[in-house]
């Protein structure tokens, strides 16, 4: 797991997207509270197959 502020994230968000892509969880952060993550879309799908496996 990565953890960014967001305003660091913008100049190297490229290589954060690589790195999701490779499977990496990148927390955005804001005031150190994480805002949003950014993840891979095998990892998302994996996601929404869990939650809407439970319904």
């Known amino acids: 797991m990565i953890r960014i502020a967001g305003n660091e994230a913008k100049?190297?968000?490229?290589?954060?997207?690589?790195?999701?892509?490779?499977?990496?969880?990148?927390?955005?952060?804001?005031?150190?509270?994480?805002?949003?993550?950014l993840v891979g879309v095998e990892q998302y799908e994996?996601?929404?197959r869990n939650i809407f496996s439970k319904d």
């Not at 190297?12 to 949003?36: D, M």
């Open 11 to 37: 100049p190297i968000l490229a290589e954060l997207l690589r790195k999701a892509e490779a499977g990496e969880e990148i927390h955005l952060t804001k005031y150190g509270k994480t805002q949003a993550v």
């Open 46 to 48: 994996r996601y929404r």
